[in-house]
């Protein structure tokens, strides 16, 4: 059977202000309802057979909302939701969503004041070490500037596997301005991609780079760049592709986003690990196959 060709990372959301503070100045486009009906059609143009939800905003609510979603729509393969993991109520709160679609869980710990503390905290680390040991994949959300605080959470964390988001969030306004951005990021990104169980989602780069005044082809030679350095550290047996949608929608279109990684893995990978590209590491890594 032909596996299902599955876009590991985008978002939905019916849009209240409160609820999505990170939706600022020059963002309209993200500010109203991003159902699945609206990228359905997207992932069908592209040859995608479904998607994984993940969590946009911190709260249970958001869990609640995202399985609903997925319970009734086979296209939603599955649900990174939230969870407050340093809860001592931890494992009733996740036992209340059942298994069915909930693959793991994300904090936006990008937006952690003291990251450093934020991770070492004893309660949080408990949570974590439970959610490996019941089979629930990690998604880690950090920017560049923040992945060298992570190195030891992410070592220590090894019973089961842990998902980097978006390569590390690479400053791409910074490469050729500022030759220590790249290379700090290079670095970091190898020594996670040194621990066998760190995947990494080739996502989210487009906003990266200076969206707000348009991409431009320095901008694309930059992500390819970004790419081969992924590739170079992961292989091609622990990279997935994902979307970011509808976020990536304020720098480039899906089938634009899409088309720079199929272009870019046809010259790269061979046909099993181009399969693997663009579902099968999803699969294995998150218990979908």
């Not at 109520?89 to 503390?117: C, M, P, Y």
């Not at 431009?216 to 990279?239: I, M, S, T």
Request: charged fraction near 25%; charge should be negative.
């Amino acid at each position: 059977m032909k596996p299902p060709r599955i876009d590991a990372h985008q978002h939905f959301w019916r849009y209240r202000p409160e609820d999505y503070p990170w939706i600022g100045r020059g963002m309209d486009l993200l500010a109203c309802d991003r159902m699945p009906g609206q990228l359905h059609p997207v992932l069908a143009s592209e040859g995608l057979d479904a998607s994984i939800a993940v969590q946009a905003r911190a709260g249970r609510e958001e869990t609640g909302f995202l399985l609903e979603l997925a319970r009734h729509d086979r296209r939603i393969a599955g649900v990174v939701g939230w969870e407050d993991l340093s809860s001592p109520h931890l494992a009733a709160n996740v036992a209340h969503w059942g298994r069915e679609k909930l693959l793991g869980f994300r904090h936006q710990i990008q937006d952690e004041s003291d990251v450093g503390t934020f991770i070492e905290a004893p309660a949080f680390n408990a949570g974590v070490a439970w959610l490996q040991q019941q089979g629930y994949v990690y998604d880690v959300l950090v920017y560049a500037r923040q992945m060298a605080e992570i190195q030891a959470f992410c070592a220590r964390h090894d019973r089961h596997w842990l998902v980097l988001d978006h390569l590390g969030k690479p400053a791409l306004t910074e490469f050729g301005r500022n030759d220590a951005a790249p290379a700090d990021w290079k670095h970091e990104l190898r020594k996670l991609a040194a621990l066998p169980h760190v995947a990494c989602k080739l996502s989210g780069l487009v906003t990266e780079a200076d969206w707000l005044r348009g991409l431009r082809q320095k901008d694309f030679d930059n992500l390819l760049v970004c790419l081969d350095v992924a590739l170079e550290a992961f292989g091609p047996q622990r990279l997935m592709f994902g979307s970011d949608w509808p976020v990536c929608l304020l720098a480039a279109s899906y089938a634009k986003v899409a088309g720079v990684v199929r272009e870019w893995g046809a010259t790269r990978l061979s046909a099993t690990e181009q399969t693997q590209l663009w579902g099968g590491t999803a699969a294995r890594c998150y218990g979908l196959a």
